[in-house]
C-alpha cells in the first residue's frame, strides 16, 4: 500500500515570495491533514479536511495560508507571502476516518524562508 | 499553554534496559492518547494508542499506561533496541473539539548498544 505522498522534500524561497505543497493521501482516506511543525515544537494541526470540506482550520493564518482539497483526493497548501517564521516542516497525513487517531504521516516538506 | 507535557527533551539507555517516557496533560476531555516515533527526515509513525477508559494497553514490546486521576501516561519499551532510537511524541484526542490531536513536544531517546 503506498503511503501519504507530499513534495516537494525541501523548498528555499526569500520572505513576500509564495509557495505551494502538494499531498496526495492513502487510497481511501477520506480525512486529510496539513500540520506545520516549527524545530524543537511538536506538529501543530493547520486545517483538516473531511472528503473535500473543511472540519478545522481555527489555527490557519488565513491571511496568508490558504489550503484545498479539490474531489476529495489530493491537497494543496499554499503561503502567500511567505515570512520568516513560516520556515518549519509541513507535514500532511490522512486516515481512514474522521478523527485523526493513527493518521499515516508524509515525510513532509522542510521550508526555509531566507 | 502547553495542555500536553513531555518533560524530558532527552532520554538515554542501554540496549536491553527498559525505556520509560513520560507524558503528563492538563484537559481532563482528552479521551484517547497516542505516541507517535519519528526518525530524522521523516513523518511520525503511529506507535500505540490507548483509550481513557482503559489504564494499560500492550503491543510486542512496547507497552502504554495511563493514570487518568493523575492525568498521567507513560509508555515503557523493552526491552529497548538501538533502532528504537528516535524521538517520541505523545499525543491526546480532545472528544470535544473534532478530535483534533494536541501533540507534546517530544522527547528524543539514545539508545546505546
Known amino acids: 500500500e503506498a503511503g501519504v505522498a507530499q513534495s516537494p522534500r525541501y523548498k528555499i524561497i526569500e520572505k513576500r515570495q509564495s509557495v505551494a505543497f502538494w499531498c496526495n493521501p492513502i487510497s481511501g482516506h477520506a480525512t486529510l491533514y496539513w500540520y506545520q511543525q516549527i524545530l524543537g515544537q511538536g506538529p501543530k494541526l493547520l486545517i483538516q479536511?473531511?472528503?473535500?470540506?473543511?472540519?478545522?482550520d481555527s489555527q490557519l493564518p488565513k491571511d496568508r495560508f490558504s489550503a484545498e482539497r479539490l474531489k476529495g483526493v489530493d491537497s494543496t497548501l499554499k503561503i502567500q507571502p511567505a515570512k520568516l517564521e513560516d520556515s518549519a516542516v509541513y507535514l500532511c497525513?490522512?486516515?481512514?476516518?474522521?478523527?485523526?487517531?493513527?493518521?499515516?504521516f508524509g515525510q513532509g516538506t522542510r521550508l526555509t524562508v531566507v | 499553554d502547553q495542555q500536553v507535557k513531555q518533560n524530558s527533551p532527552s532520554l538515554s539507555v542501554q540496549e536491553g534496559r527498559i525505556s520509560i517516557l513520560n507524558c503528563d496533560y492538563t484537559n481532563s476531555m482528552f479521551d484517547y492518547f497516542l505516541w507517535y516515533k519519528k526518525y530524522p527526515a521523516e513523518g511520525p509513525t503511529f506507535l500505540i494508542s490507548?483509550?481513557?477508559i482503559k489504564d494499560k494497553n500492550e503491543d510486542g514490546r512496547f507497552t502504554v499506561f495511563l493514570n487518568k486521576s493523575a492525568k498521567h501516561l507513560s509508555l515503557h519499551i523493552v526491552p529497548s533496541q538501538p533502532g528504537d532510537s528516535a524521538v517520541y511524541f505523545c499525543a491526546a484526542a480532545d472528544a470535544g473539539n473534532n478530535r483534533k490531536l494536541i501533540w507534546g513536544l517530544g522527547t528524543s531517546l539514545a539508545v546505546n548498544p
Open positions: 497525513a490522512s486516515s481512514l476516518v474522521g478523527g485523526p487517531t493513527e493518521a499515516f
Open positions: 479536511f473531511q472528503n473535500n470540506g473543511v472540519v478545522d
Open positions: 490507548i483509550s481513557s
